[in-house]
């Protein structure tokens, strides 16, 4: 059974940066695909980037392009979220996953392993 732990949340002002990190440990998959999801109150997780096995394709939601990055250290089982320019609105419980495959996912349904989440907070 793998299990994923992000760690990196906190309270920041509008305008600041945050790094998230994901360690993975256990039994992964030989070749996974990670992404990073996020979640308000009464709203429906949503996808915040993925990355493919290799990590040379990446996916972003339309609300965090230019601003976010996520990278992956396979040698380390660990992927990152790097947040810069956060605002108001992405505060959220972000979530780690991770699913069998190599390429890119934006369905949470194609992730079978799940972070506890982190909670990021972004004041006016």
């Known amino acids: 059974q793998a299990q994923l732990v992000e760690s990196g949340g906190g309270l920041v002002q509008a305008g600041g940066s945050l790094r998230l990190s994901c360690a993975a440990s256990g039994r992964m998959f030989t070749t996974y695909l990670m992404g990073w999801f996020r979640q308000t109150p009464g709203a429906e997780r949503e996808v915040v980037a993925t990355?493919?096995?290799?990590?040379?394709?990446?996916y972003y939601a339309d609300s965090v392009k230019e601003r976010f990055t996520v990278s992956r250290d396979n040698a380390k089982n660990t992927m990152y979220l790097q947040m810069n320019s956060l605002k108001p609105e992405d505060t959220a419980v972000y979530y780690c996953?991770?699913?069998?495959?190599?390429?890119?996912?934006?369905?949470?349904?194609?992730?079978?392993?799940w972070g506890q989440g982190t909670q990021v907070t972004v004041s006016s």
């Open positions: 990355i493919s096995w290799i990590g040379g394709r990446t």
């Open positions: 996953a991770a699913g069998p495959g190599v390429g890119l996912s934006s369905n949470p349904y194609d992730y079978n392993y």
